[in-house]
Each structure stands twice: as structure tokens, then as C-alpha cells.
């Protein structure tokens, strides 16, 4: 039985979804915040529950292979990051884990397997949106940066590594005019005091950015002031808005925009097709990476020229537009009006004529769609965090599409809808991991769901006496299988580790 308060040498096997390391004493499972996975390290259990316990991390008996000096200096404090104390390729490998172990536990897909992990080249600067809350420190002074771990103090950094360059220069813009006119931060407790948060877009590709201030009052005082001074903290600021939100509640922005500087929208650009972007409309926050994970939605989705494609969960219509290019027609359902106004302007600016767009919510639309008689020939959803629903899910099986592409940022939501799709027949054939998010413990899964027809799907017997093996066997060298064995688990194997497998299994060494 796990005590607290004592000291135990726990090795970290894992890393749950939510970042924290995985060990164990005795068989009960401990967290342990900050650990990596493969340390070996003296815990201190600082809480013990029924079903698990919680230890803090007090030193390193013996270091992780995968262990590497953070980046960035506030990591342990701030509560953006996850895993920055592990490598890239470990960090890449462990969400992939992520993904198959939902999909086997929740989905009950016992030999599920991604069957790519899309990383980034240089994992940082990837971030289009950050927002940065403002408040006050000790003395009253005005400060912002990020919130520290589970909590809501404020650490005061503006240079977040994940973030674009420019965005230091933004905020300190923001709170120099503050101080400048005497304007007080919000105070959260007391529900007084002004600003409230920064909220900054960047479109990667036209560099434009938007700046969206937050404000419990109905307007800020010498406003010329303000915008004179964030022009020339960027030249790139396009957009600028003031956000009334005078409500006591922790949601990032009020209902009420107000444009004090600019264009309405910004635009970007992603797989060829033009995007404006208003500062309400959910969009993709790293680009670089949306644009793999949508190549791969397309692959799996396999448009050709007569298809019909409906789009659930569509934003502002990235996935439909792209889609809209290779197939007959497209319909993008979703919740938000707002971002279905920039769908409708989006598809008009970019001449496409073949995408209709419904604002209303999968629940609704979809049934009443597939009850109108709609037969989509291929369903794309990518649904927020809780998921899809029974009602939207059953409308898609009723559809009987050729395939379907699941979108998902939480692999334990994609595994419980492809359980429920897999009763009806639609299993899950290929899937992508893609880090959408680095350094963080999150991960986008792109799956691709079908049933096997049989008119389309034929058995074909081989007597291996007819193959010609040895050419093939011949080439996989030494170095290719070290090459595959990193590329897949991140792990760097000798030629020795390999021929010890190879004897296990049987398999003639130096041959294959
Ligand atoms: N596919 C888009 C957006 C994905 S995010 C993209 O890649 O940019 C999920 C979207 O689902 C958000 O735009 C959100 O507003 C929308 N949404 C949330 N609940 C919904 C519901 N019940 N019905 C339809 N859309 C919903």
C-alpha cells in the first residue's frame, strides 16, 4: 500500500493524456507531474485516492534517455506546455500512443495502429492565436503574460516560444498605454478595473494580424493613443477591435466586438484556398500543420469528380472549400452564424460555386438532411472536444456514405464514435496522428472509417511458391530497419538489438 508523505523510487513507464508521468508502487498506479517517460526517480506521494495516488517528483535516481533541457525557461511554471522536457520524437511517439491506447480501451480496437505521425521540422513559432490576460501583481502594478499550472496567477511572460515574435511587442503596447492613461487591469475577485485580456490572431501566410482587446466597460478612453502605439509595435496589425465583455465569467471574450481600427476580417491562405477570418470564428491555431492534417482528410476522403460531401463541424469552411475543388458538391454544417457568414464570403471570394453552407447544429441539420433524402457519397466531421452525438452519428449511418473522415482533438471522444460506428458496420481502416499542438499533451487524429463492401473488395488467394521473396527480403538492410524502427517508435536500435530479434524470431541473419 502506497503512504503518503513517504519517499519511493518509482519508474515513470508512461505519460498520461493529460501530460503527467506514470509509475507505480506495488502495482497501484502513481502521477507524477513534471517526470519523463523512462526516468527512474525518488517520489514523495503527496495524496493518495482510492484508485491512484499522487507523487511529487524529488530526484532523478536515474535520467530519462528522452530527457532534454526545456526551451523555454518558464516551462515548470506556466501552464502552457506539457511535455517540453522530453524530446521531440519522444513527445511524438507518446501522443501517437495517446491515440491507440484510446482506441483500444474506450473503442475496443485491439490491434489499432496509426499509421503516421505528422511532426513539425522546427516545433516552434507555430501558434496563430495567443491570448495573454491581464491583471495586477503584488504592488498594483499592471502585468500579463500566462497563467501559472491550475491556477490563475499570472506569470508575467509576453515572449511565449510557441508564439509569433511579434506579440511581446503587442501586449507591451497594450500595457504601456495603460499605465500611460491611467487605465486599471481587470480584477477578477473584486469583478472591477478595465482590461481583461489580449487576444492576438496572425495570418501566417499574408502576416496580417488582428488585435482583439478585451474590456469590462463599453469602450476605452483615448483610443488614438492606443491604436497609434500598437501600429508601431507591428506594421502588420490589420484588424483592431475592442471586445466588451462586462460579464463575472472566465469565457475569453464577450459577445460584442466593436472595430476601432482596420478591416473587419484578416486573411490567410491554407491549401491554396483564401480565408478571411473574423475574430469570433473558430480557425485552426497552427497552419503549418493544418494544412498536412487536411492534405491527409482529403487522402482518406478520396474525392473523385461526382462525389457529394457533407462537412460537419465545418468553421468557416476550410475543410468544404479544399474538398469543394475535387468533388461534385459540398455541404458544410455548423454551429456558429458567424463563422457560416465567413464560409458563404470565403467560398464567394474564392469562386466556388459548388459549397452550401447551413448554420445550425449537426444534431439538427444532419437528420433532417438524411431524412430529405441527402446521400452523401463521403462525411467529414471534426467536432469539439466532447465529440460527436447519437443523433448526428446515427444520421451519418443512415446516410450509408462510401467513407467517412473523423476529425478529432481528443482521442477518447474519436474512440467512443467509432465504437458506436463500428456497430453499424463502419470500422476504422487508416489513421493519422498530427501534431497540431507541440510541447503540448495534446494531439489531432485524422481516422478513416468504411465498411468493406463486398461488390468492391475481392479475396485473393497467394501460394508463397509463386513469389519470388529473396529479391524483396534481401533489402531490408541493417540501416533500414534502424530507420523504421526510429521513424515509428522514436527509439535508436544497434545492429546487435536487431539481430537479437531476428534470432528470436527465427528470422536468418544477415539475410532479411
Ligand atoms: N472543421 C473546422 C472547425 C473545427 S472546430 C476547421 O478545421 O477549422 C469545431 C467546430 O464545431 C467549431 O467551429 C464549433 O463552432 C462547431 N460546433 C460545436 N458544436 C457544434 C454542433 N453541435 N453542431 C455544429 N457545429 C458545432
Known amino acids: 500500500m502506497v503512504e503518503k508523505n513517504k519517499l519511493y523510487t518509482i519508474e515513470i513507464t508512461d505519460i498520461a493524456s493529460d501530460g503527467n508521468g506514470v509509475g507505480a508502487v506495488d502495482g497501484f498506479t502513481v502521477f507524477v507531474p513534471m517526470a519523463a517517460k523512462g526516468d527512474i526517480a525518488d517520489v514523495l506521494i503527496v495524496k493518495v485516492l482510492s484508485r491512484y495516488a499522487i507523487g511529487r517528483l524529488m530526484s532523478l535516481k536515474s535520467p530519462s534517455p528522452y530527457r532534454t533541457e526545456p526551451e523555454c525557461p518558464h516551462f515548470r511554471r506556466c501552464g502552457g506546455c506539457h511535455l517540453q522536457h522530453m524530446d521531440y520524437a519522444a513527445q511524438l511517439d507518446i501522443k501517437r ?95 472591477s478595473g478595465i482590461v481583461r485580456r489580449v487576444f492576438i490572431r496572425s495570418a501566417k501566410h499574408s502576416g496580417e494580424i488582428m488585435v482583439v482587446i478585451s474590456v469590462n466597460a463599453n469602450n476605452l478612453p483615448r483610443r488614438e493613443r492606443l491604436i497609434k502605439k500598437l501600429r508601431e509595435a507591428s506594421g502588420n496589425i490589420a484588424s483592431i477591435y475592442i471586445n466588451i465583455n462586462k460579464e463575472k465569467t472566465n469565457s475569453v471574450l464577450g459577445s460584442e466586438n466593436k472595430l476601432i481600427f482596420g478591416c473587419p476580417t484578416i486573411s490567410d491562405t491554407l491549401c491554396g484556398v483564401n480565408f478571411n477570418i473574423s475574430p469570433v470564428s473558430f480557425y485552426q491555431v497552427n497552419p503549418y500543420m493544418t494544412e498536412k492534417l487536411y492534405a491527409k482528410a482529403l487522402e482518406f476522403a478520396d474525392i473523385s469528380d461526382g462525389d457529394e460531401v457533407i462537412d460537419i463541424y465545418c468553421g468557416i469552411g476550410t475543410i468544404s472549400l479544399a474538398a469543394a475543388k475535387r468533388a461534385a458538391a459540398v455541404t458544410g454544417i455548423e454551429i456558429s452564424p458567424q463563422a457560416i457568414e465567413d464560409a458563404r464570403i470565403n467560398a464567394a471570394q474564392n469562386n466556388i460555386t459548388n459549397a452550401a453552407f447551413i448554420a445550425d447544429s449537426a444534431e439538427n441539420a444532419m437528420p433532417r438532411l438524411i431524412s430529405g433524402g441527402a446521400r452523401p457519397d463521403i462525411v467529414i466531421l471534426d467536432p469539439p472536444r466532447k465529440g460527436s452525438d447519437e443523433k448526428t452519428l446515427n444520421a451519418i449511418i443512415a446516410a450509408a456514405p462510401k467513407r467517412i473522415v473523423y476529425i478529432s482533438c481528443n482521442p477518447s471522444t474519436l474512440a467512443r464514435d467509432a465504437k458506436h460506428l463500428a456497430a453499424s458496420g463502419y470500422t476504422p481502416h487508416r489513421a493519422a496522428a498530427v501534431d497540431m499542438f507541440p510541447h503540448t499533451c495534446h494531439v489531432e487524429t485524422v481516422c478513416l472509417l468504411s465498411k468493406l463492401k463486398s461488390s468492391e473488395h475481392i479475396e485473393v488467394e497467394l501460394n508463397m511458391d509463386e513469389l519470388d521473396l529473396t529479391a524483396a527480403e534481401k533489402k531490408a538492410t541493417y540501416q533500414e530497419i534502424k530507420d523504421y524502427v526510429l521513424e515509428r517508435y522514436g527509439l535508436k536500435v544497434s545492429q546487435l538489438n536487431i539481430a537479437q530479434v531476428k534470432r528470436k524470431y527465427g528470422i536468418i541473419e544477415r539475410e532479411n
Open 97 to 191: 500512443g495517446f491515440v491507440e491506447a484510446a482506441m483500444r480501451r474506450i473503442g475496443g480496437f485491439e490491434n489499432f495502429r496509426c499509421d503516421a505521425m505528422l511532426g513539425m521540422e522546427k516545433p516552434y513559432r507555430y501558434r496563430n492565436k495567443c491570448i495573454f490576460p491581464i491583471g495586477a501583481d503584488k504592488n498594483g502594478k499592471t502585468v500579463s503574460g500566462f497563467y501559472a499550472r491550475r491556477s490563475h496567477e499570472i506569470i508575467p511572460i509576453i515572449d511565449c516560444l510557441m508564439g509569433d515574435e511579434a506579440n511581446s511587442r503587442i501586449v507591451s503596447a497594450v500595457t504601456e498605454y495603460m499605465s500611460e492613461n491611467g487605465i486599471k487591469p481587470y480584477d477578477e475577485q473584486a469583478h
